[in-house]
């Protein structure tokens, strides 16, 4: 809402407040004020001119050579602005002036002939064209007859005025008009409020009733309509002042019948529509729903569609308007419009939300109405109208207004006690400071013992119960008198849970092993929504979740996994050449398990990395390693071993994934997650190189994960070590070999480790070698030489029969 | 006797003080400690002496070899020391050249922030509450006094699954499912980090996707006041102890009064400057006292229970503490922008 502060001036005194000041207090004390804007930048030595004569100039065509009487002197000026003439009043720079966009009027000979100042348009003046009316915007501007000769034109055209922007949210709709706003800032700066004059002097010998009738069919969606008639109107610009406030408010002015209404319109807050009664089709306003395959053709030229959710505004016949979003262009107000049918109504906001969701119409009207107007300005606002019409149009307004009136026009009440304000503000206010604050907002209250009585005024829609008047106290009363305090009385310890401490712990891990924590996008393209699966996501069951509007196609589904968009983040900065690149993140991914959702679906919080490039680089001494499949292993082991889980590696096969470099990650016998370096192919499409990636679905490490371990006393007698190393088929795992091994030996093996792997010269076609390191132990005692050979013999034959191996001699 | 001892020692010191290898001091102790030396020979002619004599020059003798020895033990240490130093000389290296390079990874910036606001909060006595992405227009909205219809829900764009499924537009679901869960039975201090989501297209200071953290505390007798003296730790433990802060009024559906807090603007320290847009004040987050029927919702009988909540934008406190300027570096992981902040 646009707020013009010389518009403002007319009901609350604003003598001893800048409009910087007045936009600070309000919005310290209601409603944010987003900028102040001046009109027009000041200018000086411009003023009101009498074009006393207008010739064609000796030596050139478009050029006008004119007498102009600016008070004390008389100066020649030649103009060029196609419509100077004489007789008029214009606004003319001085000689010394500077104009807003810089230029300096100086006495010049223009075709040899003298001119001593220049004729303005409204640009010139510095007005935004947006403001500007059409009917003035080519050429100069001419005054009104009644302006005097001499004045200052800044104050003439309200160009000193400011502009208070107002973000005005869906709680306060009161302060969508001058008037709304013009209370609060009477309470705020504790003025008296001058509300406008509302007589009307109505022509006796013309009857309303004799011209319209009005009736209702949808009286929930419209509980009042009232219908004023205006007769021999004169379509002609609306008052200089008129137009002034419109520019400031935002609005371009059009004629005196338009402008008016839009002039109300903005004063209370209550649309208007003024009818040509010529035009209108008939002598009865029947308001009702609209119909199937119904249409109408609004004030744009735009052929509406109607349904049963329209309420419509009728002749009888057809629609004429949609009720408070637009009117029809069947019965615009236009030049030749000499009698007016003036509409003000109340609208149910819901149908007005309803058909302006349908149409996309919003504009001035439809917005107030849904937002809701005030019960009791409806009507006053029709006769404010009139009353300007009779003024500013030389209507004549017929007496008596015909209206079919079922509006709740009540005030609510609400009861109060200044100790409850008191104990909800943790504040000791007297009981007279609460009742000035109300005072302050005109509102009327009576006492009851202990209990204030508050009558709400309808023009405060948002204020229902006890918090809403509290509100009202303290924002008046002023936040800043407010005491600091923290709660007091209940206690408990804060804190993390778990879950949330192994969050943190994960993170802590994967930072310090050399990753860097990423944030992407849950939401991701369909395709990519649903690859990367870890195992425990089956085939089938697990749907991804798609939006029903996206806003594009690249963030449409949720993810199945973290790493497409991971992968997308290697991608931003491979092309920004940095190559080496290792990164993890922890987030949600969302699996639906139907295909047609119709509830929340599973959120799992995975842990992903994704590495590419070197990951050891130490080129001086020429060390240099890429990522390979056993870097990121080592840091998945290493996570687990830091949460004390033991997993196992099974090598496995995934789409999207290399087929011989992948495993699948076990937890107590159930696939988690995977490990492994993502397809070629795919890498490609990423347009990154060598990538190895792992994910791990957190929940099942949740699950199992023991918060506080618990202790193990450190060995005191001394472990013997073992190494044996078995020729083995090339395609026999060693680590199912190591499990193996661990598993005979137990329980004296604690620990088996493999410390050589050897393929190729002097090893049989098809075989391998590996070396495992055996530690023996016993926590109570020292072990015995013949027990340990036993053990060993035992692990060697276990081994050979089930791997058909030998031991390398 | 006494004199030819004196004599050998004499002697015996200054050729070890010569000495200038270590072979030479082998050679001197058995020159003159060895069986053949020259103390050795001196002392055989002890038998010669009288009783009285040769307990004196016993220990004579005895000092003398302990000199010596002593000397033979000094010289070698000092030789061993010395050659040594010579070939530590020889290992020099070139201490300017780069170290093995270790890889630094860290946490990103917005959870730093979490983190640190969370830690705030607990150290107060909150816990921490976490809900589902995926929300019931239920929880997200009707819930929070947010009935279908309502003007206000304009305020947000949502991303709609189904009628009735959404991506959570804010946290405060997790504060309704909290409510609920409690059943009016016990008071509340609790805070929610997490994501949302909103219509919104990416630019420099909107992102489809950002995380909120907001406060719920209900309990008897909660006042404005306790939000203000709340909020005011907040604000000068996140910004710094010579903040200050300043309530406005606002609206949001959930709690009435509803306020907006505003930070003393650090950069020009409340003077006004282009950061805050000449105002010395910078908006950081919205709160208000929980609207009774959004207690009455959760069971909570507002004639007894009242609360504050209070919620901001992560991002936000992020870019205005670190001087972020664009909230999509948050969500492209470029590794140059992650890197700055590794230890924030
Ligand atoms: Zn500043």
Redesign the pocket.
């Known amino acids: 809402m646009l707020v013009s502060y010389n518009w403002l001036r007319n009901y609350v005194n604003l003598d001893h407040v800048t409009p910087e000041e007045l936009a600070e207090k309000i919005t310290r004390s209601g409603i944010e004020v987003e900028g102040v804007e001046y009109l027009a930048p000041a200018v000086e030595n411009i003023v009101v001119g009498y074009v006393k004569s207008c010739e064609k100039h000796p030596d050139a065509d478009k050029l006008n050579l004119c007498q102009v009487d600016v008070g004390e002197e008389s100066l020649q000026i030649v103009c060029g602005a196609p419509n100077v003439g004489e007789g008029q009043k214009v606004a003319v720079a001085k000689p010394g002036t500077k104009l807003p966009n810089g230029m300096k009027i100086k006495k010049v000979k223009l075709r040899g002939v003298e001119s001593n100042g220049m004729i303005c348009s409204l640009q010139e003046l510095g007005l935004d064209e947006k403001y500007i009316p059409t009917d003035v915007a080519e050429g100069i501007f001419v005054f009104p007859e009644d302006a005097e000769v001499g004045t200052p034109v800044q104050e003439l055209l309200n160009l000193d005025d400011a502009v208070l922007d107002l973000d005005v949210l869906a709680n306060r709709p009161d302060a969508l008009s001058m008037l709304g706003v013009a209370y609060d800032v009477a309470a705020v700066l504790d003025q008296p409020i001058h509300l406008p004059d509302e007589n009307l002097n109505a022509d006796e010998s013309i009857q309303a009733e004799d011209y319209i009738d009005v009736k209702i069919d949808s009286i929930e969606n419209n509980p009042y309509y009232g219908a004023f008639v205006i007769r021999d109107v004169e379509i002609k610009p609306a008052p200089l002042w008129m137009r002034n406030y419109l520019m400031a408010s935002g609005i371009r002015p059009i004629n005196n019948v338009v402008d008016i209404t839009n002039f109300v319109l903005l004063e209370y807050g209550q649309p208007l529509h003024a009818f040509d009664y010529d035009r209108f089709g008939s002598k009865e306003v029947v308001i009702r729903q609209g119909k199937e395959n119904e249409t109408m053709i609004t004030l744009d030229d735009q052929e509406r569609q109607l349904n049963e959710k329209n309420l419509v505004i009728t002749n009888g016949k057809e629609p004429v308007a949609l009720a408070g979003v637009m009117g029809g262009a069947d019965s615009e107000v236009t030049d030749e419009t000499t009698n007016i049918l003036l509409e003000a109504a109340y609208f149910d906001a819901a149908s007005v939300r309803h058909t302006v969701k349908q149409t996309g119409l919003r504009s001035e009207s439809s917005t107030r109405f849904e937002k809701g107007v005030d019960p009791n300005r409806v009507k006053r606002a029709g006769i404010r109208a009139c009353s300007l019409l009779q003024k500013y149009a030389g209507g004549k307004v017929a007496a008596g207004v015909v209206e079919v009136d079922e509006l709740d026009k009540s005030e609510k009440s609400v009861t109060i006690t200044t100790s409850k304000v008191n104990q909800r503000l943790g504040m000791e206010l007297d009981e007279k400071d609460v009742t000035s604050v109300l005072a302050r907002l005109q509102f009327e209250f009576s006492k009851n013992g202990e209990e204030i009585v508050v009558q709400v005024p309808t023009r405060r829609l948002d204020i229902s119960i006890f918090e809403d008047i509290l509100e009202e106290v303290i924002r008046i009363y002023g936040y800043d008198h407010l005491p600091y305090t923290i709660p007091q009385g209940w206690v408990q310890a804060g804190g993390l849970t778990d879950v949330q401490l192994l969050q943190r712990e994960i993170k802590n891990y994967l930072s310090s092993a050399g990753l860097m924590e990423t944030l992407t996008y849950s939401l991701t393209n369909k395709q990519d929504a649903s690859r990367f699966l870890t195992p425990d996501m089956e085939e089938g069951t697990a749907n991804t979740v798609g939006l029903a509007m996206p806003m594009s196609e690249e963030h449409s589904h949720l993810r199945l996994s973290l790493i497409p968009e991971m992968l997308r983040v290697l991608q931003h900065n491979v092309a920004r050449t940095q190559t080496d690149l290792a990164y993890y993140e922890i987030g949600k991914v969302f699996i639906s398990e139907e295909e047609q959702i119709t509830k929340q679906p599973i959120e799992n919080l995975h842990v992903a990395g994704a590495l590419t490039g070197l990951w050891h680089n130490h080129p001086w001494q020429q060390e240099k390693k890429p990522v390979d499949f056993y870097v990121a292993k080592g840091i998945v082991e290493g996570l687990f071993a830091h949460l004390e889980l033991d997993v196992t590696f099974v090598q496995t096969k995934m789409e999207d994934m290399h087929p011989g470099r992948c495993a699948e990650i076990r937890l107590n016998g159930k696939g988690i997650g995977y490990v492994g370096q993502i397809h070629p192919l795919v890498a490609k499409d990423f347009d990154v190189k060598e990538t190895y990636v792992f994910e791990i679905n957190l929940e099942s490490v949740f699950s199992v994960h023991q918060a506080t371990p618990s202790f193990t006393d450190i060995p005191r007698y001394p472990s013997v070590t073992r190494d044996i190393a078995f020729i083995l088929d090339n395609d026999v795992p060693a680590g199912e070999v190591q499990a193996v091994i661990k598993e005979t030996g137990a329980p004296l093996v604690k620990e088996v480790s493999i410390f050589d792997v050897y393929q190729g010269e002097h090893m049989e076609e098809g075989k391998k070698s590996v070396a495992y390191r055996l530690l023996y132990q016993d926590p109570s005692r020292t072990l015995k030489d013949d027990e340990v050979e036993t053990s060993y013999q035992a692990v060697v034959e276990k081994v050979n029969n089930q791997f058909g191996s030998y031991v390398r001699s | 006797m006494k004199e030819e001892l004196q004599a050998i020692e004499q002697e015996a010191l200054a050729a070890i003080e010569k000495a200038e290898n270590s072979q030479a001091v082998q050679e001197m102790k058995v020159k003159y400690l060895g069986k053949k030396g020259s103390l050795t020979t001196v002392l055989r002619g002890m038998g010669k002496l009288s009783k009285e004599e040769r307990p004196v020059i016993g220990e004579l003798a005895n000092n003398v070899r302990e000199s010596i020895t002593e000397a033979l033990e000094a010289k070698t240490e000092k030789l061993e020391r010395e050659a040594l130093n010579e070939q530590l000389e020889t290992e020099t290296i070139d201490v300017t050249l780069p170290g093995n390079p270790v890889h630094v990874g860290g946490r990103h910036l917005l959870t730093s922030i979490m983190e640190e606001i969370e830690d705030l909060f607990i150290g107060m006595g909150y816990e921490v509450k976490e809900g589902p992405e995926v929300e019931t227009d239920y929880y997200n909205f009707e819930k929070l006094n947010l009935p279908k219809n309502h003007p206000a829900r304009d305020m947000q764009d949502t991303f709609f699954i189904t009628n009735e499924l959404l991506l959570r537009t804010q946290t405060s679901p997790v504060q309704a499912r909290t409510m609920e869960a409690y059943q009016g039975k016990r008071p509340i201090k609790m805070i929610c980090p997490g994501k949302v989501y909103r219509r919104d297209t990416d630019d420099a200071t909107h992102s489809h996707q950002f995380r909120q953290i907001e406060g719920l505390v209900v309990d008897k007798n909660i006042t404005l006041s306790d939000l203000k003296g709340t909020l005011d730790v907040f604000a000068k433990k996140m910004f710094g102890k010579d903040r200050e802060i300043r309530l406005r009024p606002s609206f949001f559906p959930f709690t009435e009064p509803s306020v907006e807090m505003d930070v003393s603007?650090?950069?020009?320290?409340?003077?006004?400057?282009?950061?805050?847009?000449?105002?010395?004040?910078?908006e950081i987050l919205g709160g208000g006292m929980v609207h009774p029927r959004v207690l009455e919702m959760s069971g909570y009988d507002s004639t007894v229970y009242s609360g504050f909540a209070f919620g901001m934008g992560q991002e936000r406190i992020a870019m205005l503490k670190y001087g972020v300027n664009d909230i999509r570096h948050f969500y492209t992981n470029d590794v140059r922008f992650l890197s700055q902040y590794h230890q924030a």
């Open positions: 603007c650090k950069v020009c320290n409340g003077k006004g400057c282009s950061v805050c847009k000449h105002t010395g004040w910078i």
